[in-house]
C-alpha cells in the first residue's frame, strides 16, 4: 500500500510537463484521481481462477482519500488519511465459478 504499491493515476488534472515542479505538486505522487467522485467512475472487478465454486456474499469497499492539507501557515503537502472512509456495499448474492453452469467467472461491480 501507498506509494511503493500504488501508481498514480490522473484523471483530469494534467501532467507537468518533464523535469517541471511545482510546490505543491498538483497531484499527490500516487493514488487514482476521480476528478468527478467516485459514483459512476469507479468499477471493481472480482475474477474466480480455481476450479471451487464460491458465492459472494458482500463485498465493502473502503478507501483511504489523499488530501491536500496544511503543514504550516503557508506550506500544503499531500497527506494520505490514517482511517479508511467506507464508501458502498455490494450485498447481492453471486455465484462465482469457471464452470459456466454454475456461475460467473467474472463479476464487475459498478459504483452508482
Not at 484523471?11 to 484521481?33: A, K, N
Not at 456474499?57 to 491536500?68: A, G, K, P, T
Not at 501557515?73 to 456495499?89: G, R
Amino acid at each position: 500500500m501507498g506509494p511503493t504499491k500504488l501508481p498514480r493515476k490522473n484523471d483530469q488534472t494534467p501532467e507537468l510537463p518533464s523535469g517541471v515542479g511545482q510546490i505543491p505538486m498538483p497531484y499527490p505522487g500516487y493514488g487514482f484521481e476521480f476528478s468527478s467522485g467516485l459514483g459512476g467512475h469507479l468499477r471493481i472487478r472480482l475474477r474466480i481462477r480455481g476450479s471451487d465454486m464460491w458465492i459472494k456474499d458482500n463485498v465493502d469497499l473502503y478507501v483511504r482519500f489523499i488530501r491536500q492539507k496544511a503543514t504550516s501557515f503557508d506550506t500544503l503537502a499531500w497527506i494520505e488519511d490514517s482511517d479508511w472512509s467506507y464508501v458502498a456495499s455490494w450485498g447481492h448474492d453471486i455465484p462465482m465459478s469457471t464452470q459456466i453452469f454454475e456461475g460467473f467467472a467474472t463479476w464487475t461491480l459498478k459504483l452508482a
